[in-house]
Protein backbone atom coordinates (compact mmCIF):
# COMPACT_ATOMS: atom_id res chain seq x y z
CA UNK A 1 0.00 0.00 0.00
CA UNK A 2 2.96 2.27 0.80
CA UNK A 3 4.20 2.19 -2.56
CA UNK A 4 1.06 3.23 -4.10
CA UNK A 5 0.27 6.06 -1.93
CA UNK A 6 3.90 7.01 -2.90
CA UNK A 7 3.44 6.73 -6.57
CA UNK A 8 -0.28 7.99 -6.64
CA UNK A 9 -1.26 5.55 -8.99
CA UNK A 10 -1.88 2.01 -9.61
CA UNK A 11 -3.20 -0.53 -12.07
CA UNK A 12 -5.89 -2.99 -11.93
CA UNK A 13 -5.50 -6.48 -13.51
CA UNK A 14 -8.90 -9.16 -14.51
CA UNK A 15 -7.01 -12.18 -14.93
CA UNK A 16 -8.33 -14.56 -17.13
CA UNK A 17 -9.89 -18.25 -16.71
CA UNK A 18 -5.97 -19.64 -17.24
CA UNK A 19 -4.38 -17.19 -14.78
CA UNK A 20 -4.96 -19.11 -12.01
CA UNK A 21 -0.83 -19.83 -11.59
CA UNK A 22 -0.32 -16.37 -11.77
CA UNK A 23 -2.97 -15.27 -8.89
CA UNK A 24 -1.51 -17.89 -6.36
CA UNK A 25 1.90 -15.92 -7.19
CA UNK A 26 0.73 -12.56 -6.29
CA UNK A 27 -1.43 -14.10 -3.39
CA UNK A 28 1.69 -15.72 -1.64
CA UNK A 29 3.28 -13.50 1.11
CA UNK A 30 7.00 -15.37 -0.06
CA UNK A 31 9.04 -12.35 -1.33
CA UNK A 32 10.29 -9.64 -4.07
CA UNK A 33 10.61 -10.38 -7.68
CA UNK A 34 6.91 -11.73 -8.61
CA UNK A 35 6.80 -9.53 -11.26
CA UNK A 36 10.25 -10.66 -12.49
CA UNK A 37 8.21 -14.31 -12.98
CA UNK A 38 5.08 -12.93 -15.52
CA UNK A 39 4.84 -11.12 -18.71
CA UNK A 40 3.90 -7.74 -18.08
CA UNK A 41 4.23 -4.22 -19.90
CA UNK A 42 4.03 -0.78 -18.40
CA UNK A 43 0.39 1.30 -19.01
CA UNK A 44 0.05 3.27 -21.80
CA UNK A 45 -1.25 6.41 -19.42
CA UNK A 46 0.37 5.40 -15.61
CA UNK A 47 3.12 3.26 -16.56
CA UNK A 48 1.88 0.54 -13.56
CA UNK A 49 2.54 -2.94 -14.63
CA UNK A 50 -0.05 -4.09 -16.75
CA UNK A 51 -0.59 -8.35 -16.80
CA UNK A 52 0.11 -9.91 -20.58
CA UNK A 53 -2.92 -12.83 -18.79
CA UNK A 54 -5.37 -10.55 -18.85
CA UNK A 55 -8.98 -9.98 -20.01
CA UNK A 56 -9.53 -6.12 -18.28
CA UNK A 57 -7.19 -3.62 -16.76
CA UNK A 58 -7.89 -0.07 -15.50
CA UNK A 59 -5.07 2.27 -15.03
CA UNK A 60 -6.01 4.50 -12.09
CA UNK A 61 -4.69 7.44 -10.15
CA UNK A 62 -4.71 7.66 -6.60
CA UNK A 63 -8.45 9.79 -5.23
CA UNK A 64 -7.96 9.20 -1.49
CA UNK A 65 -7.78 6.01 0.80
CA UNK A 66 -10.14 4.52 3.66
CA UNK A 67 -9.34 3.11 6.97
CA UNK A 68 -11.87 0.09 7.38
CA UNK A 69 -10.96 -2.22 10.36
CA UNK A 70 -7.91 -3.70 9.60
CA UNK A 71 -7.72 -2.80 5.39
CA UNK A 72 -7.31 0.19 3.44
CA UNK A 73 -9.02 0.44 0.97
CA UNK A 74 -7.54 2.51 -1.97
CA UNK A 75 -10.06 4.65 -4.23
CA UNK A 76 -9.11 5.16 -7.66
CA UNK A 77 -10.09 7.49 -11.10
CA UNK A 78 -10.07 4.95 -14.12
CA UNK A 79 -7.55 7.12 -16.73
CA UNK A 80 -7.10 4.12 -19.27
CA UNK A 81 -7.86 0.93 -19.63
CA UNK A 82 -8.96 -2.32 -22.02
CA UNK A 83 -11.11 -5.02 -21.98
CA UNK A 84 -11.15 -8.36 -23.96
CA UNK A 85 -14.35 -11.01 -24.94
CA UNK A 86 -12.37 -13.67 -22.91
CA UNK A 87 -13.48 -15.12 -19.66
CA UNK A 88 -12.21 -13.63 -16.53
CA UNK A 89 -10.53 -16.13 -13.71
CA UNK A 90 -13.20 -16.54 -10.30
CA UNK A 91 -11.97 -17.29 -7.11
CA UNK A 92 -15.24 -18.03 -4.82
CA UNK A 93 -15.40 -19.32 -1.23
CA UNK A 94 -11.59 -20.66 -1.03
CA UNK A 95 -11.56 -21.83 -4.78
CA UNK A 96 -11.15 -20.90 -8.60
CA UNK A 97 -14.43 -21.13 -10.79
CA UNK A 98 -15.73 -19.69 -14.16
CA UNK A 99 -17.89 -17.45 -14.66
CA UNK A 100 -20.81 -18.56 -17.39
CA UNK A 101 -23.40 -16.20 -19.24
Known amino acids: MRAIVG ?21 SREGQGKFDQVGWEPGEVTGMPLLQATVAHAECELTGTVEAGDHTVLLGRIVGGAVSEQSPLAYWRGDYARLTP
Open 7 to 27: QGRFAVNILGVRGQEISQLFA
